[in-house]
């Protein structure tokens, strides 16, 4: 009697197992995440709080503000490069394996028609290319020299002719640019960010020229000057005269 409406109920049909298909599901992600919009980092910040080696207890910045929140947090947790070889034990270890497997896990779920293996495939070519050139972020090879010098309690200064900009010291790490600091007579403490831009500032720059309140008490412009050759055009104290 109606010979359309076999065709008519099979396309509903048809309509509502596509629209299953592409509704989704809360067994997938975390209420946090969003149906994946967002990343649930929360387990992870606590986390990177009890590792603390991202970030110096001791600092200015933790003085002023206290521990990182999580907004902070977000700025800095794919930033490993600031985290001396001495800090990465067991914890850290699987802290950085269990972000890993999250974010690629993340990844999956919301991208699943993305070849993922392929693309891991070329970042890990793309870094073998990078570490074979020695271009790692966060990896320094130190010169000959310093072993000796390390052994003998000497505290190198870093000579920031060979730096273009602020974010070039951050290979050098945090516990080098802190001993770097230190041999120039200024204060040490902060994120390796700040460290960074703290040295960079006195690049060409005479001791007198550098801001008092970046200058470390009982500091030495002689080490200083050392670390920070004088600007174009002006002679060390020790020439003139």
Known sequence: KFPSQGAVQLAQREEALVAALLEPRDAEFAGEEMFGKYLDLTAFHERFLNLRCFYDPEGEDFQERGAPDYGDFLDVFWKFDGVEEREKKAAYRRYVADLHSYLVDFFRRTQPLVDLEELLKQAMEDFEAMWSRGNVSGWYREEAEAPAAAAEGQMRTIDLKTFHTASDLHSLGR??????????????????????????????????????????????????????PPAAGKRPREAEG
């Open 175 to 228: 516990d080098r640019l802190k001993e770097g600091l230190q041999a120039a007579g200024l204060k040490a403490g902060g994120t390796l960010e700040q460290l960074a831009e703290r040295l960079f500032s006195t690049k060409g720059k005479s001791w007198e020229e550098i801001p008092k309140k970046i200058k470390a008490k009982k500091s030495s412009p002689t080490a200083a000057a050392a670390a920070a």
